[in-house]
């Protein structure tokens, strides 16, 4: 969806935004925020809500508690609302899109600050690329959960450059976001 090429399987036309969230397994009240291209994009990008179910199911199977989650390169909100689906909170999501923000923002209650006491996610845009912005963001973290790590930390870093379904270019600075991720992992000490 994310590129505007998925056909109908019927009809001589590419799929609506509607129907390609509805296979991505948004519920039909999700809302999109931005124009037809950012939300294609939003869409296409997305881990879809009712994987991200089964694994925030499964990992709580194993014993990890349901305490705060933690939601990096959390785009429209596909791996949050999953896990929500679950029973989990999520306290806190970064992005770095201005249109997925504003579409994480539209579909939950959400607030720009740390607010340790609310039971709101802390939304937070930022580019993750550099090392001084993931400083701030393991503050911010820090000040929303206290002293608390968080139970899971989640994130979809993007995969265009070592995916089959993208370019595949060694050199695309996207890759090295998922090294990024595991920063948060060693900083913040989550139990999954």
Same mark, same amino acid.
Not at 4 to 32: K, V
Not at 92 to 115: C, G, H, Q
């Given at each position: ?16 935004? =509607?129907? /390609? ?8 009240? &999700? ?18 809500? $009712? ?5 925030? =199911?499964?990992? +709580?199977?194993? %014993? ?7 939601? $990096?390169?959390?785009? /429209? %909100? ?15 999501? @970064? ?8 579409? &994480? /923002?539209?579909? =939950? ?9 609310? /039971? ?12 001084? #912005?993931?400083?701030?963001? +393991? ?14 930390? #989640? %994130? ?7 995916? &089959?379904?993208?370019? =595949? ?9 998922? #090294?990024?991720? $595991?920063?948060? #992992? ?5 139990? @999954?």
């Amino acid at each position: 969806p994310g590129n505007g090429t998925n056909m109908h399987p019927a009809e001589d036309r590419t799929l609506s935004n =509607r129907e /390609a969230a509805r296979f991505q397994s948004f519920p039909d009240t &999700y809302g999109f925020i931005g124009g037809d291209g950012a939300i294609r994009k939003q869409i296409g990008n997305a881990v879809p809500p $009712l994987l991200a179910q089964a694994v925030a =199911r499964r990992i +709580f199977e194993v %014993g990890v508690g349901r305490g705060p989650v933690v939601d $990096l390169f959390a785009g /429209a %909100g596909g791996l949050s609302l999953g896990f929500e689906l679950a029973g989990a909170e999520v306290a806190v999501a @970064a992005d770095n899109d201005e249109s997925a923000l504003k579409t &994480y /923002a539209f579909n =939950r209650a959400t607030e720009p600050i740390a607010d340790p006491s609310s /039971a709101r996610t802390l939304l937070i845009g930022a580019d993750l690329s550099s090392q001084h #912005v993931r400083e701030e963001v +393991f503050a911010a973290v820090r000040q929303k959960l206290g002293t608390q790590p968080p139970s899971v930390l #989640v %994130g979809g870093p993007p995969c265009q450059g070592f995916s &089959y379904a993208g370019f =595949r270019d060694p050199t695309d600075p996207r890759s090295d976001l998922a #090294v990024a991720f $595991l920063d948060f #992992v060693d900083a913040l000490r989550p139990e @999954a």
